[in-house]
Structures are given as C-alpha cells and as structure tokens.
C-alpha cells in the first residue's frame, strides 16, 4: 500500500472527506472526526486525511475531549480499544490503526495509540503516517534516545534528513557522551550524503559514478527551482526573527545554524560562512556534518559565480570551465582535509573516491 493524495483517491471517499472538512472549518468537530474517520477506513493511505483528522482531533481535546480521569485510566495499563488495536495489528495492520484512531479521538496525546499507528504504517508501508505519529511520542517523550532514533530514521525515510540531523544534534548536545547517537547521525549523515549524491543505486547495480556526476548537476537545478518557488517574503522574515532571537539567545547553536542556512538559501554566503565558523569555534566543531555543511556552502558560492556570469560575453564558456575547476580543486581538497579529520567515515571516503572519479584520477 502506499500513501495517496487527494486526486488518487475514490469519488466517495473524497466526497466524505469533503464534508469533514467543511465540519472542520465550521469547528463542528465531533462531526468532523466522524467523517474523516469513514474517509480513511476506505483509504488508509490517504495522509491528508489523517493529517487533517490529527488536527480535529487535537482541537476537541484543546476543548476538554481528553479529562483528568481518562488521563488517570490510560496511565494505569492498557484500555480494552489497546489490546483489540494490538491483536489486530499482526493479521490486519489497517484495522489496527483504525482501532487506534478511535483511541485518538478521545486522547489525541496517546503514546501506545501512536505507536500502533506507527507499527501499523510500517506494515503497510505509509512512511508519512508513521512520521506523523512519532511527531507527538517524541514530544511525549524528548529524552527518549532510541525513539529519538526511530524518529531520525523515518524522517530520512520521508526526505527529511535534514531535519532528522538536526533533531539527534539537539539531543546529543545533552548527551554528549552517548556513542549511539553518535552512530547514528554519522550513520544518517552518511545515508545522506549517498541519497543526495545518488550513490544508493550503485548498490543495487542500477546506477554508475556516470549518473552520479549527472545527478549532482540535476540536483542543482532542483535546488535553484526549490529557492524560486520558497516565497522571499518567509525567507526573510524568518531570517530577521532569528536574528533578534540571537540577541537575548547567543548561545542557541540550533538558532544559530538555523540562520546559516537561511542566508544560504539567500545567497549570503559571506554571512553563512560567519555564522558556521561560529558553530566551530562551539563544542560542536567536531561534528562532521558541520564541515559539509560548510563545504556545501562554499560549493554553492561558486555555482552561484557561474550564474552571474554573463552568457553573451565571448569568454562565457571559458570562464564557466574556469570557475569549475577552482570548484573541483576546492572539493578535492576540503573533502581530503575531512578524510584525515574523521578517518573512520566511510561515507566521506566515498564522496572522495567521487571527487577524484570526476577529477580525472582514476587510480
């Protein structure tokens, strides 16, 4: 099964989530959580739908849906719906995670219903469903390292490697001494690094070090689409309000790398480069995403070089040649300072065996 959108689903069940919907705007919540229900009982795969319900849910419980006693009951062992919801989930897992939507609609917040729906949308394969639950069991449960994990590794899973990083470097800032989650963001920092490099097909013998060349490029052409399409005005008021942010939270290294990329997205480069000189200088200067971050950014001002460059000129095509090949150098030889740096990560033994493929050094 895999997750669907709305033009893929049903007549009937867009019907109903039609009207969900319309109760849910008019705040007639009960109604809503009804429908939305049916809707997904039809189509367990439609995300919209449970995202949709997942915020019904929340605003009836904002409006006294989840009392102290139910509280009390759930802390004190498994209800009936949870053990029904459990037998379920071997032979059926989307009758499970309907079970379990029951559960939520009367508390939003239950952990062992959202690890039903996350068990129950790994079996069924609905990646976003599952990220969706453990949303909220890691805000139950902030300090809990192997969820913490569990939570990085669909985020991954999703797309979202980025934010999957940036939630086990929170954690590990005050678990600094915890060699699992070491691993597993040198693990995820490595799965990121092939995912984007497109290096995952060679193991499958789908794909070359040719295509992988070829997906760096295509790669940035998305990215250059991905900033046109992100609206200037967010940018840049996100950008300012982590700036007064900093001003009474100059220790928030989150906030701090936060805006780095922020200024990258805006081509600032100087100033992205500023603030993760900063982060070096902090007890996070050993982490290796920290320097590919860097070296992405200063890879970015180069292509960035490349676009400004006027394609009328008679030299253009030199020029370009010219600023690729500083960039290549530059590459080579950062990606070969972090090899000495963290002798034991394969994954940037990998990008540099790329590096020297495209250089020409085939040896």
């Known amino acids: 099964m895999a997750e669907k959108t709305l033009n893929e689903i049903p007549r009937a069940a867009r019907a109903i989530f039609a009207r969900g919907m319309e ?37 009836k419980a904002g409006d006294g849906g989840t009392g102290f006693f139910k509280k009390m009951l759930n802390r004190a062992g498994s209800s009936p719906e949870e053990v029904k919801a459990r037998m379920a989930l071997g032979k059926n897992p989307a009758e499970a995670m309907a079970i379990a939507e029951q559960i939520l609609n009367g508390d939003p917040n239950s952990s062992a ?100 060349l070829k997906n760096k490029e295509e790669a940035i052409s998305l990215e250059q689409e991905k900033r046109v399409q992100k ?24 906030l701090v790398r936060s805006l780095a990329e922020l200024f990258t997205e805006k081509k600032q480069f100087d100033r992205s480069l500023e603030l993760y000189q900063r982060l070096k200088a902090s007890e996070m200067g050993n982490d290796p995403s920290l320097d590919l971050a860097i070296a992405n950014t200063i890879v970015k001002r180069y292509d960035f070089k490349i676009e400004q460059l006027n394609p009328f000129e008679a030299d253009h095509a030199e020029q370009v040649e010219l600023i690729k090949a500083e960039k290549l150098a530059y590459q080579t030889t950062e990606c070969q300072k972090r090899v000495e740096r963290y002798p034991t990560d394969l994954s940037i033994r990998f990008e540099m065996g790329a590096l020297y493929f495209q250089a020409g050094k085939i040896g």
């Open 113 to 212: 219903a959202h690890r039903i729906v996350v068990d129950a949308a790994k079996a069924l394969e609905l990646p976003r469903t599952a990220v969706l639950s453990y949303d909220t069991l890691v805000k139950n449960s902030p300090k809990d390292r192997n969820l913490a994990i569990e939570y990085a590794r669909a985020l991954a899973d999703i797309g979202e490697s980025g934010r999957a990083e940036r939630n086990l470097m929170e954690l590990l800032r005050e678990m600094p001494n915890d060699g699992e989650l070491k691993m597993a963001l040198k693990d995820l920092s490595a799965r990121k690094t092939m995912d984007e490099g497109g290096y995952g097909a060679l193991e499958d013998g789908t794909g070359s070090f040719r295509d992988i």
């Open 23 to 59: 109760a849910l705007n008019h705040e007639n919540l009960d109604y809503a959580i009804t429908l939305l229900n049916q809707a997904l009982e039809q189509e367990p795969g439609f995300f919209e739908c449970r995202k949709a319900l997942r915020t019904a849910q929340f605003r």
């Open 231 to 254: 609206s200037d005005d967010v940018t840049g008021r996100l950008m300012a309000e982590y700036e007064e942010r900093l001003k009474t939270e100059p220790n928030n290294l989150k």
